[in-house]
């Protein structure tokens, strides 16, 4: 089974300061998808970036990057010049590459980001 | 609005009852996931439709059912509610999952 650990429970920053969360996972599997989810203080899951695991390039999205080390089976996001608005529950998610129309998307337990002002 | 839509945005119900909470996915997709997240706690996988055919199954209890309907809409029927089953309710849909899921804003279920 296919597992996502998330490390650090809480963590903050100062505004326009740079993160980094971690995410670790346990797969056999040689292809699969990583994501990373923000949920604000409003709940709704908000797709932040993903990384197919046959791509070795870093997916990047604005200030948000990624940092995919394959063989360590490791996934941080790194949030550069952070804001006020990134204050947010961040969840790491990892699906396997198979039938696509036959998944389910795993999750970590989450880091709590809090960006100060 | 990201195009999936949950009904109702909350629900407070008694122990022992009966609820549906009622999933819209985006126009097009025919995968819905329907996912549990308590209190502080992350999201966990609950069951998958595809096309009106159950796809997938994850730690779903006895007490739940789901199905979608031929115009792939979805329901999540919870019965002999606990205090325990009050969570948040989320369902998502994909055109496929390669692209990740766009979320509802979820169900609030509050079982007192």
């Known amino acids: 089974a296919q597992t996502v650990t998330q490390s650090q429970p809480e963590m903050s920053v100062q505004e326009a300061e740079t993160v980094t969360l971690s995410c670790t996972y346990d797969?056999?599997?040689?292809?699969?998808?990583l994501f990373w989810y923000k949920q604000p203080p409003s709940r709704q899951m908000i797709l932040v970036i993903r990384?197919?695991?046959?791509?070795?390039q870093n997916a990047t999205e604005n200030r948000f990057s990624v940092n995919f080390q394959k063989a360590a089976k490791s996934f941080s996001l790194k949030i550069s010049d952070s804001q006020l608005g990134d204050t947010a529950m961040y969840f790491c998610?990892?699906?396997?590459?198979?039938?696509?129309?036959?998944?389910?998307?795993?999750f970590g337990a989450g880091t709590r980001l809090t960006v100060k002002p | 609005d990201s195009g999936v839509t949950q009904t109702p945005k909350h629900l407070i119900t008694a122990t022992g009852q009966r609820v549906t909470l009622r999933c819209s996915p985006r126009?097009?997709?025919?995968?819905v996931y329907w996912y549990q997240q308590s209190l502080d706690q992350g999201l966990q996988f609950l069951i998958q439709?595809?096309?009106?055919?159950?796809?997938a199954k994850g730690n779903i209890l006895e007490r739940f059912s789901a199905q979608q309907f031929p115009d792939l809409h979805s329901e999540l029927n919870l019965s002999s509610l606990e205090l325990g089953d009050s969570a948040l309710y989320f369902c998502?849909?994909?055109?496929?999952?390669?692209?990740?899921?766009?979320f509802g804003s979820g169900t609030r279920l509050t079982v007192v």
């Open positions: 126009s097009g997709d025919l995968s």
């Open positions: 439709y595809y096309n009106g055919e159950e796809r």
């Open positions: 998610a990892f699906m396997k590459h198979e039938n696509p129309n036959n998944n389910d998307m795993r």
């Open positions: 998502a849909s994909s055109p496929t999952v390669y692209y990740g899921y766009t």
């Open positions: 990384q197919e695991a046959y791509k070795q």
């Open positions: 797969t056999s599997e040689n292809n699969y998808y």
